[in-house]
Structure formats: structure tokens, C-alpha cells
């Protein structure tokens, strides 16, 4: 079995600052592209960004700039370093990989969600 374990949503004020992370564990072969996705009350899941297992990124538009997305392969996680959150940043985040597993299937994975609101 593969899992996802997220940690370190929480409550800020706006123009702080989170650092999320994301664990994967389990029968992995390799893990391919990782990612973070959100979703806010009465709104559709969306893509925050992404990171191939080379190290290329791709960041929406929203946070280009104030969101960085890194993966340390040794340790099978990936990271979300928030800066300069906005109100319109709540929501639950989700992380997210494509897993070879050891049985060389590939399949999707996502974790439980991480809260993050932005208030003051």
C-alpha cells in the first residue's frame, strides 16, 4: 500500500507565512510528478503546482510568486512554502503523486488535506 501524510496547515494572519509537507510511504518503485491542489468552501478542487521527479515546477497563476513548491526525493516529500498569504488562500490542501508502486503499476495518490485559513 502507498500513503500520503500531510502536515503543517494551521491558522495565519494575512501576508504570513506555512510551510507544508507531504510524505509519501509505502511499496513505491519511484514516485513521478507530486503536487499540491486546494479546495475552498462551496468551490472546486484546483491545482496549486507541481513538481517532476527532475525538479521542474509549474505554479498557477495565484501564487506565482509567493508560493514555492520543492521535493527532496531522498525522503519522499514534497513541500509548499506559503509566503504572502491572502484571505483567498483558505482552503484545504491536498497533496498529490503519481506512483509507480512495487508491482510497477502507476497509479494516483492523494493525502487527507491540511487546513490553512488566512485571517485576522
Same mark, same amino acid.
Given at each position: $500500500?502507498?500513503?500520503?501524510?500531510?502536515?503543517? +496547515?494551521?491558522?495565519?494572519?494575512?501576508?504570513?507565512?506555512?510551510?507544508?509537507?507531504?510524505?509519501?510511504?509505502?511499496?513505491?518503485?519511484?514516485?513521478? /510528478?507530486?503536487?499540491? *491542489?486546494?479546495?475552498?468552501? +462551496?468551490? $472546486?478542487?484546483?491545482?496549486?503546482?507541481?513538481?517532476?521527479?527532475?525538479?521542474?515546477?509549474?505554479?498557477?497563476?495565484?501564487?506565482?510568486?509567493?508560493?514555492?513548491?520543492?521535493?527532496?526525493?531522498?525522503?519522499? /516529500?514534497? *513541500?509548499? $512554502?506559503?509566503?504572502?498569504?491572502?484571505?483567498?488562500?483558505?482552503?484545504?490542501?491536498?497533496? *498529490?503523486?503519481?506512483?509507480?508502486?512495487?508491482?510497477?503499476?502507476?497509479?494516483?495518490?492523494?493525502?487527507? +488535506?491540511?487546513?490553512?485559513?488566512?485571517?485576522?
Amino acid at each position: $500500500q502507498v500513503q500520503l501524510v500531510e502536515s503543517g +496547515g494551521g491558522l495565519v494572519q494575512p501576508g504570513g507565512s506555512l510551510r507544508l509537507s507531504c510524505a509519501a510511504s509505502g511499496r513505491i518503485f519511484t514516485i513521478n /510528478t507530486m503536487g499540491w *491542489y486546494r479546495q475552498a468552501p +462551496g468551490k $472546486q478542487r484546483e491545482l496549486v503546482a507541481t513538481i517532476t521527479n527532475v525538479g521542474a515546477t509549474n505554479h498557477v497563476d495565484s501564487v506565482k510568486g509567493r508560493f514555492t513548491i520543492s521535493r527532496d526525493n531522498a525522503k519522499n /516529500t514534497v *513541500y509548499l $512554502q506559503m509566503n504572502s498569504l491572502e484571505p483567498e488562500d483558505t482552503a484545504v490542501y491536498y497533496c *498529490y503523486a503519481r506512483i509507480t508502486n512495487s508491482w510497477r503499476l502507476i497509479d494516483d495518490y492523494w493525502g487527507q +488535506g491540511t487546513q490553512v485559513t488566512v485571517s485576522s
